[in-house]
């Protein structure tokens, strides 16, 4: 979404082109979720932001817009195989959609901590980290119910697909076809609503 990982109630106010006091109201009604500085001043994490946009279909005004795009994370090990997903992604979907690199799941969660994708692409087998470890994290996230989860596998017995399974993933199978990859990331995109609910 954007390295920026909360904002003011000024902010939001210019975002939604509305009073501070509504965006205040928000708050106090819980309706976005936000925490108080040690001076006082609400501050709203960016997915928290996010998902009031998704919950009550508020449109920023249009110099925002850019910051609210739908956001995949795409996780591999192998950095031809990450360029090639990524640019094939991006190439495919554009304009539409902030995709973000990581060679490795401690990075891409670091990430998630700061902003809830839209759909996670993870290559199942990787050194650090293995992608169905990532993806449990996802899980275990706030707001990570809703991530559409996409492995990369050269896996393909029982115990990975009712690991997948568990997990609400589907998967697709190394080598990896991109028009396979960008036709499941954009199903995943129309259907982001809740994956788990």
Aim: with cysteine; aromatic share 8%; proline share 5%.
């Amino acid at each position: 979404m954007m390295d920026k990982v909360d904002f003011g109630t000024s902010e939001i106010a210019k975002m939604f082109r509305v009073h501070s006091t509504t965006v205040i109201r928000w708050i106090e009604t819980n309706e976005i979720k936000s925490f108080r500085t040690p001076g006082g001043h609400y501050r709203v994490p960016v997915g928290a932001l996010k998902k009031f946009l998704q919950e009550y279909k508020y449109t920023p005004a249009p110099e925002f817009a850019s910051l609210f795009l739908p956001e995949i994370i795409v996780v591999d090990d192998d950095p031809e195989v990450l360029k090639m997903m990524g640019s094939a992604l991006r190439k495919k979907i554009g304009s539409r959609v902030n995709v973000i690199e990581f060679s490795n799941g401690f990075d891409a969660l670091v990430q998630v901590g700061k902003s809830v994708p839209d759909v996670a692409v993870v290559d199942v087998v990787m050194a650090q980290m293995d992608g169905l470890k990532v993806c449990e994290a996802i899980r275990r996230s706030e707001g990570g119910e809703h991530v559409q989860l996409i492995l990369v596998t050269g896996q393909h017995n029982p115990k990975f697909e009712a690991n997948a399974k568990a997990l609400s993933a589907v998967y697709l199978t190394k080598p990896v076809n991109m028009m396979e990859l960008t036709g499941l990331v954009n199903a995943a995109l129309e259907n982001r609503t809740g994956v788990l609910s």
